[in-house]
């Protein structure tokens, strides 16, 4: 048997963020990449969906949290969870994401550490035959 690897959507208007995420997490887990709110709901939405969705919430519209949001609301989705990230660090930001639907909020520049801790509460490598 060999594992597979879980497959994360991250979601950021900003290249860098996109890129220095994706070189943070490319070796345990399958990166795909969406640049806006409706590419990220878009590939919510197809097969293979992701496992897990990380997504900053400042974004054109639709931001974050209305992509959290929306896709909490629809069955095909709502199981996926979200984890929001922003670099506001207002306290209010951390409540309106848990009020959105996101399943952990995390403040901009946080630690690789910091950020292995909040996926390994959602993502297990899953075994395949």
Do not use: H, W
Request: a negative charge; glycine letters at 6%.
């Amino acid at each position: 048997m060999r594992t597979k690897k879980p497959r994360i959507l991250i979601v950021d208007d900003s290249m860098e963020q996109q890129d220095m995420l994706t070189e943070m997490l490319l070796d345990n887990y399958d990166i795909i990449s969406a640049f806006n709110g409706n590419q990220a709901l878009r590939m919510a939405r197809t097969d293979p969906q992701p496992d897990l969705i990380l997504m900053d919430i400042i974004m054109p519209s639709p931001d974050g949290f209305e992509v959290c949001s929306i896709l909490k609301a629809e069955e095909r989705t709502e199981g996926i969870p979200i984890v929001l990230t922003s670099g506001m660090g207002d306290g209010r930001i951390g409540k309106k994401a848990a009020q959105s639907g996101a399943s952990a909020y995390l403040n901009k520049p946080f630690s690789l550490l910091k950020l292995n801790a909040t996926l390994d509460k959602f993502l297990t490598p899953l075994t395949i035959a």
